[in-house]
């Protein structure tokens, strides 16, 4: 950051140095905190703490006061009061060049706090698990530590706050770099970064509060609110990095996370070239739609372009389920982005390193597997968690309008056979059954109007021929017959809306499909069943509609 964007200072030394002599670390997330605090100890700061920060400290060596010994009071309140004080407050914000302040704080026995390291309780993190009592989640709603978060940000003249784990080292380059002193423009930086934590900390709170639909009894499970719609959108998502450029080349373009720890945002790149903008929108269709697949039941492939599928499979191993993948359309697969829903192994991966991929992501991949792929210098790898939230509440889907923004439930239903309704005379094969639910999940996944063609053998499905973001659906079933390089006869089709006259099924039948599952609701149904029957095709409604327009 250049001076020019730090506002101007009134007391301004000449250097812009300030001192750090005395030091408040309370942190939840331990990391990196004892050889921070061993850096500052190493510049003669003191060290200030509370509760089990000051524990960590002490157990690792270093000379900690206790909060309580500055401020002459006892925390209490099983640690709801021990930073809200003035001996905390006046100490922070006390401005060192004002006289009147300087006599206050004198005259009460305050001391300087030259900088404060906080993190908060990590409320969200505890609001999202399963079946958390409404009393956890008021009692991880952090007041104190906000409170020395914004007098420190507020005074950052004089007093450097650190919110970050990100932020010790170059805190501790830059102590050592000036005997002990940190540069204003240094302390502009962290007190921006300060106030943004607070304001998502508060919208994390705010918007969780406004789900609960009415506050338990102690020990008693939130209640969260499934149907509605929150009565504002707070998004404020952190920066992870700037790319390169957005779709194209003349539109910036940057990542932003939302902390939830999972996801193609929060991946772990273990090699390659940066991510552009539209590796990341290709790798997040794949990794959603390898998710619909339980990775204990069947590896699961999904190769992707331009959002869209080329070939989808399951197989017993990450290398059978890549092949019977790749099968579907190897033209298409040429740059495409990958994903598998199981660690990946050198033997898939010695396979994979055949095509040119754009990106592979996947749960984690074996140091072979890492070593084969290095040959590949340009070969984006990823490694994220679960796609799928585990807190039992709905996500939400968010897309800018111009003049807005539209959000939704995220469509995340899944459907068994169970709930099927056969429509047709012929009841489809047990085979032909899981042909349909597995052509059923990827189909979701296919730009609309879709419709996939798939089989089932040797235990695993595999999608034969996709026809993708056509106006028409009949269009759909001829395109997707149209790109098949397998054989299309015996094989199942999966449409992701209502087929509202029965030429689009007849088309599916001509291509050589036995049994189709599809949503019904067509106020035509009548005809197409009567075309089916009339065809000898097995047909299935499931009830529900998978558009999906981008």
């Not at 331990?30 to 509370?50: C, M, N, P, W, Y």
């Not at 005997?179 to 304001?199: D, P």
């Not at 695993?460 to 659906?473: E, K, W």
Request: one cysteine or more; charged letters at 20%; aromatic letters at 6%.
């Amino acid at each position: 950051m250049t001076t020019e964007s730090v506002p101007a200072a009134s007391h301004e030394t000449k250097s812009g140095l300030r001192r750090v002599r005395r030091a408040l670390l309370s942190v939840t997330d331990k990391t990196g905190l004892v050889e921070f605090a061993r850096a500052l100890a190493a510049h003669d700061i003191e060290l200030v703490s509370t509760g089990g920060t000051a524990r960590a400290l002490r157990e690792a060596g270093l000379t900690v006061r206790d909060i309580s010994d500055l401020t002459g009071f006892p925390e209490m309140l099983d640690g709801r009061v021990k930073t809200l004080h003035p001996k905390v407050h006046g100490g922070i914000l006390h401005i060192r060049a004002n006289k009147e302040h300087v006599a206050a704080v004198k005259e009460h026995g305050i001391e300087p706090i030259d900088m404060v390291a906080v993190n908060l309780y990590a409320f969200e993190k505890t609001a999202n698990k399963p079946g958390v009592a409404f009393s956890e989640i008021i009692e991880n709603i952090d007041i104190g530590g906000p409170s020395m978060v914004r007098s420190a940000a507020k005074n950052f003249e004089d007093v450097a706050i650190v919110t970050s784990v990100a932020d010790y080292a170059p805190v501790a380059e830059e102590l050592a770099a000036n005997a002990g002193s940190l540069t204003r423009e240094t302390r502009w930086r962290l007190s921006k970064a300060a106030f943004a934590v607070t304001a998502a900390y508060d919208a994390g709170i705010a918007t969780t509060l406004e789900s609960i639909a009415a506050p338990a009894a102690h020990g008693e499970p939130a209640v969260f609110d499934a149907e509605g719609m929150p009565p504002a959108i707070r998004v404020i998502h952190p920066l992870k990095t700037v790319l390169r450029y957005g779709e194209n080349p003349h539109q910036k373009a940057a990542l932003y996370v939302d902390g939830s720890g999972g996801g193609v945002a929060s991946a772990k790149q273990l090699q390659g070239k940066y991510l552009s903008y539209n590796n990341l929108v290709d790798l997040d269709a794949c990794w959603q739609l390898v998710g619909e697949f339980d990775a204990a039941e069947d590896a699961a492939v999904a190769i992707i372009k331009h959002t869209n599928p080329c070939g989808a499979a399951t197989g017993a191993t990450v290398l059978e389920a890549y092949r019977r993948a790749l099968q579907a359309d190897p033209v298409s697969a040429f740059g495409s982005v990958i994903g598998i829903n199981r660690e990946v192994d050198a033997e898939a991966a010695e396979e994979l390193s055949k095509l040119f991929v754009e990106a592979i992501i996947a749960p984690s991949f074996t140091p072979e597997a890492v070593a084969c792929f290095a040959a590949k210098k340009n070969l984006r790898l990823l490694e994220t968690a679960a796609v799928h939230d585990d807190a039992g509440r709905p996500a939400r889907a968010l897309k800018q309008v111009s003049g807005g923004f539209l959000m939704q439930d995220a469509d995340r239903i899944r459907i068994s056979e169970p709930e099927l309704r056969v429509a047709t005379k012929r009841a489809p094969t047990a085979e032909e059954m899981r042909a349909l639910l597995f052509a059923w999940n990827v189909c979701k996944h296919v730009k609309s109007n879709a419709i996939v063609y798939a089989r089932y053998d040797q235990g695993h499905g595999q999608t034969v021929g996709i026809g993708a973001g056509q106006m028409s659906r009949v269009d759909a079933a001829r395109f997707g017959a149209m790109k098949a390089i397998l054989p299309l006869a015996g094989t199942v089709a999966a449409s992701d809306a209502f087929f509202p006259f029965p030429d689009g099924l007849e088309a599916v039948a001509a291509a050589g499909a036995t049994a189709i599952i599809q949503p019904g609701g067509s106020v035509r149904d009548a005809e197409v069943i009567e075309a089916a029957d009339r065809l000898g095709i097995a047909m299935v409604f499931t009830g529900i509609r998978h558009f999906r327009h981008g």
